[in-house]
């Protein structure tokens, strides 16, 4: 069983930029795929990012390419999502998720999700 805690969501205005972070236990962590997904009410949860197990594969959503970026430190147990230039529309919750199989790119392919942290961009 994994277990994902994610923080380091908030308040910010457009524009600005705030650093995500997915921790995970177990001593495995260094062999997952982990994702980032976000939801707002009422819509599908979507993509938002991936990485491999060693860091040396990224994807992105083409809304977000450019402006998110995300990292893995696998001795802290930790993975990043450093969001910059933030928009309105990126208001969401965002989850991260460790990949089992399948697509990086679909929920489904994802077996273990954190609780979510909420990242509200005003105007």
């Known amino acids: 069983q994994v277990q994902l805690v994610e923080s380091g969501g908030g308040l910010v205005q457009t524009g600005g930029s705030l650093r995500l972070s997915c921790a995970a236990s177990?001593?495995?962590?260094?062999?997952?795929?982990v994702g980032w997904f976000r939801q707002v009410p009422g819509k599908e949860r979507e993509f938002v990012a991936a990485?491999?197990?060693?860091?040396?594969?990224?994807y992105y959503a083409d809304s977000v390419k450019g402006r998110f970026t995300i990292s893995r430190d696998n001795a802290k147990s930790t993975v990043y999502l450093q969001m910059n230039s933030l928009e309105p529309e990126d208001t969401a919750v965002y989850y991260c998720?460790?990949?089992?199989?399948?697509?990086?790119?679909?929920?489904?392919?994802?077996?273990?999700w954190g609780q979510g942290t909420q990242v509200t961009v005003s105007s």
């Open positions: 998720a460790v990949k089992r199989s399948g697509s990086y790119y679909f929920q489904d392919a994802y077996a273990y």
């Open positions: 990485i491999s197990w060693s860091g040396g594969s990224t």
């Open positions: 177990g001593r495995t962590f260094g062999t997952y795929n």
